[in-house]
């Protein structure tokens, strides 16, 4: 091959963006329209190439290299490690169909421009910040001149009067003006229409308004502003690493309804900490016809701690009771159910019971929140990662059994 060489390299930073210069499919790039699409959150650095073999065989668009600012402070990692693992999966699974990036729960322009200059294609806006901040601009007259009209989204009329337009406009006014700011951050970094931008308010004290949600839908298109999904806190529980806990009937009504604005409006509905929630897939599929974005990350964390409890009984053991110490401060970043007295004792446990434990609410959310801890302690996180490195293989059908329920469940066809 003229002009070319082949050789070993090292799977190192340098290494990677040249990858990822010299061949478009190692980068990550907008996704295509018409798919469902599904966030795969690896806050090892492992779990890729498991995710791509199995997401490969459905009809859907994959989000593989996706993290929090929260994530990427508590695992010690950053948006370009994070993707690199994806680059180098991509490599690994031979996989060329494209894949997204998506810097999650972004709170500033600062934490924008972060996540864009290291190259994510999608960021995804969390408002939690900005909602109710003062601002001095006043509220449209397009905004205003809604008053008195009634608009129906899936059989629910929405009267839209002038206390629910100024509501909406002392809440979202600031949260507008970032909103147009960062995507003016990611427009200057990738062209226009080159980006997947999301809006998520699933992180606020209060359930979401459809009255809120249709608004910020006409008001964004409006302002031009390009939006790939949106995330509102639906009724109910969307607790890390379990089902979901609430009453169904009340989740199907408010979710119809901001599915349908959404469709009204071409973008998807995102579903946040998704994983885990059997119980809603079901209707998630139906309403949205595959309009939607599922996002999880810390689930594949937990498989990873189940194959060290099959292969590494005593490593897990060391995990687990360790972690009774970090639980308190990792409680401070996660909003979860359990108490420490939930957590069940290892006391009287045999090894084989030890996966057990992935089974059970308590301790599913006490390892699913005690992360970075863990992996930060010099005594657990290399020994945890060397286990991994030597169990690829069983982390990876680990990974397929637990994402294919996710997929058949959300009604994901097979290719
Ligand atoms: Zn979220």
Known sequence: MEGHTL???????????????????????????????????????????????????????????????RELNLTGRTFTQVIDAATWAVLQEGYRDGFGADGDHLKSLEEVKLAVESGVSMITLDLSLVLGSPGAE????????????????????????????DGFWRT?????????????VCRAKHGAGCYDLEISVDETPHTTLAVDHLLLALECRRRGIDVFSMAPRFPGEFQKG???????????????????????????????????????FPIVASLTGGG????????SWLEACRVVAQRSPDLFRRI????????????????????????????GLADKDLPGLLEQEASRQYLHITYGQILRAPELGP??????????????LALDKHFRRHLDGLGITRR
């Open 138 to 165: 006043p509220c449209p007259s397009e905004l205003q001149d809604l008053a008195g009209r009634t608009l129906s989204y899936h059989g629910e009329c929405m009267t839209l009067d002038a206390a629910g337009i």
């Open 383 to 396: 020994a945890l990662m060397q286990v991994l490195e030597s169990q690829e293989e069983a982390y990876y």
């Open 292 to 299: 939607f974005h599922e996002k999880t990350a810390g689930t």
């Open 7 to 69: 050789g070993v390299h090292p799977l190192s930073a340098e290494n990677a963006a040249h990858l990822r210069a010299s061949l478009p499919h190692t980068r990550p790039a907008k996704l295509p329209k018409g798919l469902p699409s599904f966030g795969c959150g690896d806050r090892l650095g492992l779990a890729n190439p498991g995710h791509l073999r199995t997401l490969k065989q459905y009809r859907v668009a994959p989000i593989l290299a996706q993290q929090s600012i």
């Open 320 to 347: 687990y009771t360790a972690a009774r110490g970090f639980f308190p401060e990792a409680k401070k970043y996660y909003h979860i159910v359990t108490e420490l007295p939930d957590v069940p004792s290892l006391d």
């Open 242 to 280: 379990i089902d979901y806990r609430g009453d169904l009937r009340e989740f199907e009504a408010a979710f119809a309804v901001h599915a349908a604005i959404a469709a009204e409006f071409g973008y998807k509905i995102s579903v946040h900490s998704g994983s885990d929630k059997f119980a809603v």
């Open 172 to 184: 979202y006014r600031a949260a507008l003006a970032f909103v147009m700011a960062a995507e003016a």
